[in-house]
């Protein structure tokens, strides 16, 4: 065996890219040996997700000399999840995605340290993300890719012409695959399009109506569907469904066969069941590698500057051969989420609590559940609890003097929006102008942070 003192490092053709200076860097970058160590020693990297697209980011990013890693993921592993992501073995069934991919990759990897998380995203705090470089996703939910990029956008602040403050730029790389297609975007808060700006990319879900359910099924989804939505309820008297729990599915399994063979129709298995049921897209291998890939080079740019990141946004087509395509979205410049914020006047003479109970009421907003943070202070937070009794007393402080007496500020709100059956958390900012206070200078020029 060779001595290790001369083998080869395992970045050393990224070393190259990060020792010469060329046309397609980044006006910060500046070409230097320790850029490899900086990388390894100073990058905090969240990867969120640990499934299929999961497991390959993890593998790719630290190859690709990232040391320091954070995986968040609520899942546990199942069978169905072997035949694609590679880390999970038949003896990890049931234990945390998070922590099985984080120990294989480690065990695999010298020199890297990967922290897991088997949690949900909503537990984690604002500041936690803030410790955070860049954040990564591998997601399967538009809901879950909704609430990270509102996060981000979150730490974003604006300068008093609306444009970005650099240092508040929360990266993101953004990865998905569906079957043999897939995309890997980049997006930059403020610069280039938030997943709020051209959430108009996604297709609504298929629904089906439930007189055709009911009364003329004509394919097996609709016998999956009909078991789930309608016989579950009449059998079980009100009781949930849950699509986690193998005995559940399995019941929707068999009720599924007894339709289909009774209106003689082909095709309903334990897998379609589970595929109709949770929404699942059947995965392919190859396609998370590639996408993974994509993502983790984009990563390694965006960090670096050692090239001109991507234009922002890449799908690869599999299907029929082999098809990418790099699109140049707009962004939205006047998106809630990533905007300069949505414009609120108010009196000096408002309070916390009355502001608070208003964002409710707001046609643009509708939020309830309301915690408010004023340039990283928090002015009222709804949980933990303890956080919770300390700004209380802020309730009843008129906002203008929490917020130092400035004309024209920005806060940051984070609660539940939407209407009430289809609540979702997110963060939004807040321009804030108080009515009456022309003699008093803005944040911005008054010397504020």
């Given at each position: ?159 008093s012409d609306d444009n970005p403050v650099p240092e508040t730029v929360k990266p ?211 949980a933990p609890p303890i956080l919770e009794e300390q700004t209380r007393p802020f ?55």
């Open positions: 065996m060779a001595n290790s003192a001369t083998q080869p490092s395992r970045t050393k053709d990224l070393e190259k890219l990060f020792h010469r200076p060329g046309p397609l860097v980044a006006a910060t970058f500046e070409a230097s040996s320790e850029m490899i160590n900086d990388l390894k020693e100073y990058v905090k990297v969240l990867v969120v997700g640990a499934g299929g697209l999961g497991c390959e980011l993890l593998k790719d990013l630290a190859l690709s000399g990232f040391s320091n890693l954070d995986v968040i993921d609520m899942d546990r592993i199942e069978v169905t999840n072997l035949n694609r992501q590679f880390l999970f073995r038949v003896e990890d069934v049931g234990k945390p995605k998070a922590e099985v991919a984080a120990k294989r990759v480690m065990e695999r990897i010298s020199g890297v340290n990967i922290t897991p998380h088997f949690c949900r995203i909503e537990d984690k705090p604002m500041e936690f993300y803030s410790d955070f470089s860049i954040i990564v996703l591998g997601l399967d939910s538009i809901e879950a890719r909704s609430f990270i990029n509102s996060v981000a956008c979150g730490f974003l602040e604006y300068d993101l790389v953004d990865g998905g695959t569906e079957g043999f297609k897939g995309h890997a975007r980049v997006i930059l808060p403020g610069i280039t399009p938030c997943f709020e700006c051209t959430i108009w990319l996604f297709p609504p879900q298929v629904k089906f109506p439930l007189c055709t359910l009911a009364e003329t099924p004509r394919t097996a989804a609709h016998c999956i569907e009909y078991a789930h939505l309608i016989k579950w309820d009449e059998v079980h008297s009100g009781k949930s469904f849950d699509p986690d729990d193998p005995d559940h599915m399995q019941w929707v399994y068999t009720e599924a066969v007894k339709r289909a063979e009774l209106f003689g129709i082909p095709g309903v298995t334990y897998s379609l069941t589970q595929g109709v049921v949770k929404n699942i897209i059947p995965a392919i291998a190859s396609t998370n590698a590639i996408i993974s890939a994509a993502c983790a080079l984009e990563t390694m740019k965006i960090i670096t500057g050692c090239s001109k990141t991507l234009s922002n946004y890449l799908t690869y087509n599999g299907v029929e051969g082999l098809h990418t395509k790099v699109t140049d979205f707009v962004r939205d410049k006047e998106c809630p989420v990533c905007g300069p914020g949505v414009l609120i006047e108010l009196d000096t003479s408002v309070t916390l609590r009355k502001f608070i109970d208003s964002l409710k009421d707001h046609p643009n907003l509708l939020l309830t559940r309301v915690s408010v943070r004023h340039r990283g202070t928090n002015l009222y937070m709804q309730l009843d402080q008129p906002l203008f003097e929490l917020m130092g007496k400035t004309r024209k500020d920005i806060v940051s709100v984070t609660g539940m929006a939407g209407k009430a059956d289809n609540k979702q958390s997110c963060s939004r900012k807040l321009r804030i102008v108080f009515k009456g206070a022309d003699g008093v200078a803005d944040m911005d020029t008054a010397g504020g942070a």
